[in-house]
């Protein structure tokens, strides 16, 4: 797998302008040199309708079987910034500020982060985190989780202009049993979330309607025969016309896309994911006129993609 690692980052005072990195169909360039990205200065940090870059490979979206998307969310394609402000930065809040776009979009990589960011990662968590994070057997599946949730509580806390060890996280009910471990949500309306790591990546997406995001690491071969039923008609038809070779992208891409719809709902899982037809092609195929699926543009060797609903 090529690797992406973002430049080491100094620490900065905690209303500096962000400084990241995009990724696109190349690889990662500097934020502000994709096409149509404002200068870092000016740019509002992570707005998926300023990062917008598909690579030349990649047919433009057909109208014949989606409605036109809104004029400021990006298709097919969304990178997602690698621009972090925690568990490297101090938990300070500058706002609340508003959503910069329908859509905001985050990456990072677990390997990225020194034990000085994992350390300062755990104290960011609550008791119930930090008790979740424990139960893990593995140092990198813990680690995973750690930055994963001290991240979203970076990126939420200027968004309220609450602490990020202070917000006011909770679970939603089950939508399986009713019992509160569902999806993590906040207590306070006005800002949806979505969250997913996978291996050494993070991906987190914040929109002011419901949202869900999926990354995951390319399926094995064994995986994409035992999931056949958890696949449209449509889509199992679909990877059967093509070489035993592409099967494994293509079923990857077809996964994330139903995740990311599914949490978007609230449902998860609960609901049969073999339900909604997603397309297995390069281009996603939204499964309602109510939601916007897109692809997320993240490093080789994974597949990821968002799912947010029209307001």
Request: aromatic content about 0%; hydrophobic content about 45%; charged content about 10%.
């Given at each position: 797998m090529s690797e992406v690692r973002p430049a080491p980052v100094p620490a900065r005072p905690a209303n500096a302008p962000p400084t990241g990195r995009v990724t696109t169909g190349?690889?990662?360039?500097?934020?502000?040199?994709?096409?149509?990205?404002?200068?870092?200065?000016t740019r509002p940090r992570?707005?998926?309708?300023?990062?917008?870059?598909?690579?030349?490979?990649?047919?433009?979206?057909?109208?014949a079987n989606d409605l036109p998307p809104p004029a400021s969310l990006p298709g097919p394609l969304c990178p997602a910034l690698l621009d972090l402000p925690g568990p490297r930065y101090a938990p300070y809040p500058v706002g609340p500020r508003p959503l910069r776009g329908p859509l905001e979009l985050y990456l990072t990589e677990v390997g990225a982060q020194d034990d000085r960011s994992l350390l300062r990662a755990q104290e960011l968590l609550d008791a119930e985190e930090r008790a979740r994070a424990r139960a893990f057997r593995r140092a990198r599946d813990r680690d995973a989780y750690v930055i994963?949730?001290?991240t979203l509580r970076a990126l939420l806390s200027p968004l309220l202009g609450v602490p990020a060890d202070e917000l006011p996280l909770m679970r939603e009910p089950c939508a399986g049993c009713g019992k509160p471990h569902g999806r993590p949500a906040l207590r306070t309306s006005g800002v949806h979330f979505s969250l997913s790591h996978s291996g050494d990546l993070v991906l987190v997406a914040l929109a002011g309607a419901p949202v869900g995001v999926d990354v995951e690491g390319v399926a094995t071969v064994e995986a994409v025969r035992g999931a056949q039923c958890a696949l449209h008609a449509a889509e199992v038809a679909e990877l059967a016309l093509l070489p035993a070779r592409d099967r494994q992208a293509a079923f990857t891409r077809t996964w994330v896309r139903k995740e990311a719809y599914l949490k978007g709902l609230g449902t998860g899982l609960v609901r049969d994911p073999a339900l909604d037809h997603v397309g297995t092609g390069p281009r996603p195929v939204s499964p309602s006129p109510e939601w916007v699926l897109r692809d997320v543009l993240v490093p080789a060797g994974y597949a990821a993609a968002v799912a947010l609903r029209r307001e």
């Open positions: 190349a690889g990662v360039v500097p934020a502000g040199a994709a096409a149509g990205v404002v200068p870092p200065t992570a707005g998926a309708g300023d990062l917008l870059t598909r690579p030349t490979d990649v047919p433009p979206p057909a109208p994963a949730h001290a």
